[in-house]
Every structure is written in C-alpha cells, then in structure tokens.
C-alpha cells in the first residue's frame, strides 16, 4: 500500500453548492490556480453536465491548471460522462469522477429504481467512462448507509470495469470515526479486487466529525485519498476541512506515517481567498486558519511561548502561511511590489491593462489607509474581476446623509447593462437608506436573508468587507464588497449579489 496520502480537493464543486456559495468562473479560476500552487493532487472542478456555466468553468480550468488532476463530477449516465469528458479535454491530467446512490432510501425513494438496475447501471457507466478517460472515480452516494452486501456487489463490479478510485461518502454526515473507518475496512477485505483501486473518503460534517471521519478511514480503512474543501465550505453544516487534515497528518506524521504532496504555506492564503470570494467569513476560533489560531491571550501561555516556542505550538504559523502575510504594502510601494504581491496570493491578472488598473485602486486605497494588507488586495482583485465578468449591474458611486434625529437619506448611482442610472430613497440607517436607493430602480423583490460587515484587517482604518445574502424565487446568493467606507462596502455587495442572482445558472444538483 503507497505512504502517500491524496487531497481530493472539491471546494469548486461540492464546497460551491453551499447555498449563497456560486462563483463566477473568473473567481472559481483563481481559486482553481490558487489550489494548483497549494500542490493539491486533485480539483475537482465542477460538475459540468449541470449546467452551461459549470461545463465552461470546468474547460477554464481543465485549460490552465497543468499541475494537479482536474476532474469533473457526472451523474452514471452517457450524456453527463459524455459532457464532463469533453469539458476535461484541455487537461493535462483529467479525472472523470461517477455517482450513483446505492442506499435503499435513496434508490427507492430518489431514484426509484430497483438494486439490480443500479447495479446495472453503475458497471454500464464506468465501462462508458473508460473508454473516454483512464482515470475513472466512482462514488456510491449515500454509500456509508447502503447494505454492505449490497455495496460489495457493485463496487467489485466497477472495479472490474476499470474503475481506479472508489470514494465511499457519507454523504449526510451520520457517520462515528471507529464505525467508519471499520466499514471502509471491511469492504477492502470483502471485495476480492479491492487492490486494483485506491479508496477514498468523503465525509460530510452535520455532527462535526467530518474530519475525524475521514482521518479514520485513512488510520483504520487503509484510504490513501481525502476529499476535503478550504474552509470545510459545503452544504449544510460543510465538508471535510481541508487545511485540518493536512495538518493533522503532517503534525502527527508519527501516527499516520503518510506523506503529503501539499505545499503548506499556501493553506492561509486560500483559505482567504475562498471566504472573501464566497462570502462565507472564517471563524476567529477555527484551528489552522481562524485568526486566534496561533494567537496566545494568556499571559501564562505567552510566557511559555517567548521562553520556548513548543510549550503551547504544535504547528509553526508560517508553516501555514501566517508570517508571509506579514509583509503589507504602502502608499510608497510600486507598481513591481504590487505585481509581486498578486502574484504570490495566486491572483492572475488577464493583462498590464488589467494590472494598471488595479494598481490605481491600490494608490487610491493607500491614500487613505497607510498599510494595505493581502485581504486588501485579494478585495481589490475581487473588484477587478467583478467589473471582467460583463456584470449587468456596477458601483459608480454614492452619497448619503445622515444626522441624529433625522431620517438618512441616500442617492446611489450605478450602470445597469453599461448605461448609467440613479436610485435614492430614506432609510432607517445610512446603509438601509442606499440599499432601498438601488432597489428602488432595479425592483429584484429579493429577501435579504443576511448582512454581516467584518473589518478586513482588524482596525477602524481598515476596509469593512460586507456579505449581503439575497434569496428570490429558491435561488440564494452571497454577494461581497469592500471599501473603507462601509456604506460603499454595502451597496457593492448589493450589487454584486443582484449580478449573481441575475445569471440564470439553471443547476442540477448533485444530491437531493
Ligand atoms: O456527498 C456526496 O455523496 C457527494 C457525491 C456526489 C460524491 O458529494
Ligand atoms: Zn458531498
């Protein structure tokens, strides 16, 4: 059995249907270089039968990252194989990755079919796939509440198709570490070829054990891949952390004894860039990447720390990317310093035009902040990539006024497909007042279902990231933006949930 533990990483995919969580293919191609440079084995980068937009996101990505696998989710039928395998052509290295779910409920209930005809139906699909790609991954969904004799049956029948990994999910998070693990090894011990495949988990987190799940179907199962998102992003209560589960194999190698192929210091890095992309703020308290993670408040742990450093740290923070993001940026710094910058937050500008302007945000930004942190600048490329993606709506600017014991009054102007318009309207802050300005012209109808605004670097000099979470008819999207102004911060963010709310992304879902 190989001592090399693969990182499946699906938070382009599984962490995106999140609701609120969908990125632009622009923002899923930044993170998509940003996981590439993380040295992640495989991205899983969307699921492109689902969706026009998802299928060229998918070839984006399959065009441009030549270091990891890219793969491709797919129902087990001809036209989602046929789909994902044409997406995957560009690939370097591609993967197609089948599903189909083998627990009584789901065939009964969702599916409607009987075991036999699943049975069926999963050796037919991966005998397809492999005459497109070699490198095939097949998940019985829900596999971790199917009947395993049932499960036995048809995993051994797509590994005799050509099947090369076998992802086992607990797609509803119900597992319990020992129990999981011990199924994982039961079925590699039943199953007679189970040697002709790698075994993979994927575990969901709706009781928080996702993590200790998967990292004991790798001690106890004998799995040699995880399938895991940045931040744990995912449905529901999220995926298996990422960032996490490196850790916890490479900090506690003694253990595990597995290698890892992940370059580290990327992990914070990423991690910011998927919560500034989607919206979804990390919490202060959460291990690797949440701001106290390293931090040490106690006076007794801070003495221990300075006196020797492994008293209270069983990581090193710049092991994981915290001291690289030191370095700030400032009104003096040039426009090299600044390129340099982007490109090791793994920002890929298209052009010097692109550059330019970004760079002038920056002067703008410096101006008026004297140090300009990564999330600064991650916010600024947000902004830049935002203005690329052709969006209906866009920030000019605002104006508001508000005074104790007076009513705030606001007047946004903004470009609705390119033409400039005007909104104003009253409002119970100067916030609610510059919200109602813009939706008094575009009249969405949506239902704010979230605001939350967060200081980017921590200071009232800081920029106020806001997330604004609009729902309209069963649709749900996160929209973020920044600026040092927070009532410009909110209007951006309105804006750009509207722009997402506006693409008609017509899905399929992978579960439910
Ligand atoms: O959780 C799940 O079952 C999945 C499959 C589609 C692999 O995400
Ligand atoms: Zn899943």
């Not at 049975?119 to 998940?139: P, T």
């Not at 090369?164 to 011990?189: M, Q």
């Not at 704010?448 to 997330?467: D, P």
């Amino acid at each position: 059995m190989t001592d090399k533990l693969i990182i499946f990483d699906t938070t382009l995919r599984d962490g995106e249907q999140s609701p609120g969580a969908s990125m632009t293919k622009d923002e899923k191609l930044r993170i998509a270089r940003q996981l590439e440079r993380l040295k992640v084995d495989v991205i899983e980068a969307g699921f492109a039968a689902s969706s026009n937009g998802d299928f060229e996101c998918v070839k984006a990505i399959a065009e441009v990252v030549k270091d990891s696998t890219v793969c491709s989710l797919a129902r087990a039928n001809d036209r989602d194989i046929s789909r994902a395998a044409e997406a995957l052509k560009p690939a370097a290295s591609g993967r197609l990755h089948l599903f189909l779910a083998t627990s009584a409920l789901h065939m009964e209930k969702k599916l409607r079919m009987t075991p036999d005809q699943v049975f069926e139906q999963a050796k037919l699909s991966v005998r397809f796939a492999k005459n497109l790609m070699g490198d095939i991954e097949f998940s019985p969904e829900d596999g971790y509440r199917s009947d395993p004799d049932f499960l036995c049956r048809v995993l051994e029948a797509v590994i005799n198709e050509g099947a090369t990994t076998i992802n086992v999910p607990d797609t509803v998070g119900y597992a319990i570490p020992e129990l999981y693990g011990n199924f994982i090894k039961n079925l590699r011990e039943r199953i007679p070829n189970s040697d002709k495949a790698i075994w993979s988990v994927h575990c969901h987190n709706d009781l928080g054990m996702a993590v200790a799940n998967s990292l004991a179907g790798v001690k106890i199962g004998g799995a040699r891949q995880v399938e895991c998102t940045i931040n744990g992003l995912g449905e529901r209560a999220g995926n298996c952390s990422l960032e996490e589960v490196v850790m916890a194999v490479k900090t506690r190698k003694d253990y595990f004894g597995l290698d890892l192929g992940i370059d580290t210091q990327h992990i914070l890095a990423a991690s910011r860039m998927v919560s500034q992309t989607t919206g979804f703020v990390v919490q202060p308290n959460k291990a690797v990447v949440g701001a106290n993670a390293f931090a040490h408040a106690s006076g007794i742990h801070q003495d221990g720390v300075l006196k020797a450093r492994d008293t209270y740290e069983i990581m090193r923070a710049e092991d994981v990317g915290w001291s690289a993001n030191k370095i700030v940026l400032g009104k003096l710094s040039g426009r090299n310093a600044f390129k340099q910058r982007l490109l090791e937050l793994g920002v890929a500008m298209e052009s010097e035009a692109d550059i330019n302007n970004a760079f002038a945000k920056f002067k703008e930004l410096a101006d008026r902040k004297s140090e300009i942190f990564d999330e600064d600048i991650l916010a600024l490329a947000s902004d830049e990539s935002a203005s690329h993606d052709n969006e209906q709506y866009g920030f000019v600017s605002l104006s508001q006024h508000s005074e104790t014991g007076e009513r705030p009054q606001a007047s946004v102007v903004f470009t609705v497909a390119g033409k400039e318009v005007k909104g104003e309207s009253d409002g119970n802050g100067p916030v609610d007042a510059s919200l109602k300005a813009i939706e008094s012209h575009v009249k969405s109808g949506a239902e704010m279902v979230l605001y939350s605004v967060n200081a980017i670097s921590g200071s009232t000099e800081s920029q106020g990231e806001v997330t604004v979470r609009l729902q309209n008819s069963g649709r749900v999207v996160n929209g973020v933006g920044a600026d040092p102004d927070i009532v410009v911060a909110s209007a951006k963010a309105y804006l750009s949930a509207l722009n997402k709310l506006q693409s008609k992304a017509d899905r399929v879902a992978a579960q439910g």
